[in-house]
């Protein structure tokens, strides 16, 4: 069974920093991508960042490029995202998202982590 655990959330103030961590645990074949979604509400979850577990490709939403990275530890199958100048508008629940295979002749799926809150006050 495959788990996400997400850590790093918390309340931040405007132009603060968090960092956020995802940890995959189970049996993976191979991870093909890894990434950041994150739900306000009222609104559909968003993509924030994704990254290729291959070759490290990167997209970021056009809300956070030049304040947000996302990096990843493939030997740790950890998704990291430093999160800097946050503004109020960033709170959300952030979810980790991970597309991978469990067996090789299985199809790649999305699997979810939990989510984790991330609150910026102004």
């Known amino acids: 069974q495959v788990q996400l655990v997400e850590s790093g959330g918390g309340l931040v103030q405007a132009g603060g920093s968090l960092r956020l961590s995802c940890v995959v645990s189970?049996?993976?074949?191979?991870?093909?991508?890894m990434g950041w979604y994150r739900q306000s509400p009222g609104k559909q979850r968003e993509q924030v960042a994704v990254?290729?577990?291959?070759?490290?490709?990167?997209n970021y939403t056009d809300s956070v490029k030049g304040r947000f990275t996302i990096s990843r530890d493939n030997a740790k199958n950890t998704v990291y995202l430093q999160m800097n100048s946050l503004k109020p508008e960033d709170t959300a629940v952030y979810y980790c998202n991970a597309v991978l295979k469990v067996r090789i002749f299985v199809t790649a799926r999305d699997y979810w982590g939990q989510g984790t809150q991330v609150t910026v006050s102004s």
């Open positions: 189970g049996s993976i074949f191979r991870i093909n991508a």
């Open positions: 990254m290729t577990f291959g070759g490290g490709s990167t």
